[in-house]
T-cell receptor, first 113, second 112 residues
Framework: DGGITQSPKYLFRKEGQNVTLSCEQN?????MYWYRQDPGQGLRLIYY???????QKGDIAEGYSVSREKKESFPLTVTSAQKNPTAFYLC????????????FGPGTRLTVT | DAKTTQPPSMDCAEGRAANLPCNHS???????VYWYRQIHSQGPQYIIH???NNETNEMASLIITEDRKSSTLILPHATLRDTAVYYC?????????????FGKGTMLLVSP
C-alpha cells in the first residue's frame, strides 16, 4: 500500500537535546512538507521540499533543520534552538502539479521537558 | 489568500447528511476551495476541491454558490467515523510549491 509513514508516534526528549523525526513516503511524490500543530490551532509550515537536494523555509523554520537526500525521505531535526518544541509534527507529500492535494502522515507527538 | 469563516462546531445524527458551511466572501476568480478533515491525533486528509462547479467524489459533495462567496461540504450519510475537524481552505491552484494554511475549522460530532 502506498502512503506516508512517520516514526515514532510519540517521542520524549530532555530540553537541550536535538531530535530527528522520520518521514518516509512511497507515493513517488516529488514534494514533501513539514508542519507543526499546537493544541486547538491550525497547521503551520516549517519546511518544504519540491525536489531532491532542495528545500525551502516555511513560516516557522527557526530552530529546525531538514535534509532531502532521497525522494522518499524528508527527516526533520528539532534543534535545541527551538524555543517551544513540544507539538504535534505532521509530514505531508504531494505531486508537484497538485501541491494542494497533500497526503499526510499519522504525525509524531514530541514532548520536550 | 481569501480568508474563510466556518462555525466552530456542528452536530449530526448518524446516517443523516452533514452539511458544513464555509464563507469566503473575498475569494478571487482564480482561487479554489479545498476541504480537508483531521480526525483526532491523526494527519489531515484531503477530501475534495472545486473552483465554481459543484463536485462529487466517493467521500463527499462540494456545493459552491454562484457568486462563489460561500460553499457547503456535504457528507451524504454521516457515520461515527466522520467525527473530525473539517477545514475549508481557499488558495490559488498554481503548480509547484504551495503551503496549506489551516484555520481552526469546524468540529463535526456525529452521534448515534
Amino acid at each position: 500500500d502506498g502512503g506516508i509513514t512517520q516514526s515514532p508516534k510519540y517521542l520524549f526528549r530532555k530540553e537541550g537535546q536535538n531530535v530527528t523525526l522520520s518521514c518516509e513516503q512511497n507515493l513517488n511524490h516529488d514534494a514533501m512538507y513539514w508542519y507543526r500543530q499546537d493544541p486547538g490551532q491550525g497547521l503551520r509550515l516549517i519546511y518544504y521540499s519540491q525536489i531532491v537536494n532542495d528545500f525551502q523555509k516555511g513560516d516557522i523554520a527557526e530552530g529546525y533543520s531538514v535534509s532531502r537526500e532521497k525522494k522518499e525521505s524528508f527527516p526533520l531535526t528539532v534543534t535545541s534552538a527551538q524555543k517551544n518544541p513540544t507539538a504535534f509534527y505532521l509530514c505531508a507529500s504531494s505531486r508537484r502539479d497538485r501541491a494542494k492535494e497533500q497526503y499526510f502522515g499519522p504525525g509524531t507527538r514530541l514532548t520536550v521537558t | 489568500d481569501a480568508k474563510t469563516t466556518q462555525p466552530p462546531s456542528m452536530d449530526c445524527a448518524e446516517g443523516r447528511a452533514a452539511n458544513l458551511p464555509c464563507n469566503h466572501s473575498t475569494i478571487s476568480g482564480n482561487e479554489y476551495v479545498y476541504w480537508y478533515r483531521q480526525i483526532h491525533s491523526q494527519g489531515p486528509q484531503y477530501i475534495i476541491h472545486g473552483l465554481k462547479n459543484n463536485e462529487t467524489n466517493e467521500m463527499a459533495s462540494l456545493i459552491i454558490t454562484e457568486d462563489r462567496k460561500s460553499s457547503t461540504l456535504i457528507l451524504p450519510h454521516a457515520t461515527l467515523r466522520d467525527t473530525a475537524v473539517y477545514y475549508c481552505i481557499v488558495r490559488v491552484n498554481n503548480r509547484g510549491y504551495s503551503t496549506l494554511t489551516f484555520g481552526k475549522g469546524t468540529m463535526l460530532l456525529v452521534s448515534p
